[in-house]
């Protein structure tokens, strides 16, 4: 049996623990048709908590049920490339009238690197409506799934909402799925830039249980008839803490520690994979997400993990010397980046597991 682990960025995991119940609303919407609440679903977390997993398990959902779907990630042109997907799809579609109109509007083509000039918009919306009345007559629909909105051009996003609200009141089937950083995405929503968007099912993902990952770890290794102390199962989920990308890295190491050996594991080997685990953490996620950080984010960073939990904006002050107002400045901004997450009563704790632990250690060499 072959390592079954995926600790890669958006890769699908052996099973997908902590979300039950989560696309419900969204299979429900599937056989409502348009204008379903759970057909507008927008994903948000923290890096590696799992959005790009939930967007391949809806689009999955949306195939099995007979809908077609456009996957796109959010960075410019990504309208221009919908445009260009949806014509492949009306033409895979059929010959008819409907599709020869469709196919003549798509023919001067969509710039795919900057947002659509207005004529072109216009070609889009003509084409989306052809498209969705021949799946409409198949009793089928489109769903349109965007990663990383959150670094989305905000004209382009206004552009495919607006086209979206349109057809929905045209009562024709489509539903979108977005992903991205919850602190940017809510900024997005609140800039009026989509007013309709806030109407969506906003569901924020979090860690699972580390019960569930126990309970998985140990059924995984029984399988493969990996030797593995209950004990050490536990201290392999809790070294979890829930956190998926972390499920995945541990279980890696785990099983590659169990190749190594002979398939068993010693409470030695199991703190080898832990620390090979989070190694490999520090250097993707962690330091992934610190590159994005300015000098004086970093200060904010490190004033944060002189605390063993949540942190006030006062605290951080007193400790930078900073005022009031920068405080508020630099905790937006690495809000928006998914470093931070507030954490109620005003406190902001950090958004990715073992940051806190980094930069301490960085703060000690
Ligand atoms: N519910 C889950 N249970 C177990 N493992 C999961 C789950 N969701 C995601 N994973 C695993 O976690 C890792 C990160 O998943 P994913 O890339 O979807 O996160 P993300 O939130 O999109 O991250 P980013 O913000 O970096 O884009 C992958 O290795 C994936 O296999
Ligand atoms: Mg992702």
Redesign the pocket.
Known sequence: MDNP???????????????NGVLDEFEYGLRLGSGAPGLLTI?T????????????AAHDLAREQGWAVISETATEGFMGRIGESMRQLAEELGTGPQTRRITAIAAAGFSITTQLPPERQVAWRTLGEGLLRLLDERKSGLIITV??IHAADRNELAQLAASVQHFIQDRLPIGLVF?G?PAAVSDLLNEGVATFLRRADKID?HA?AVME?EN?YAATFARAEIGLSPDSVRRAAEATGG???????VGYFLWREAENNGGTLTEIEVGHAIDAAQRRHART?IE?ALATASPKDVDFLLAMAEDNGPSTAADIGHRLGARTNLVANYRARLLAA?LIESSGHGKVDFAIPGLRQHLRAQART
């Open positions: 682990f995926r600790p890669s960025a958006g890769a699908t995991p052996p099973e997908i623990l902590g979300r994903f977390g923290a890096r590696g908590i799992g959005k790009t997993v939930m967007i391949g990663d990383e992903a950083l993902l699972a990952v998985s956190y998926p990308f972390l499920i995945q890295l996620v992934a998914g």
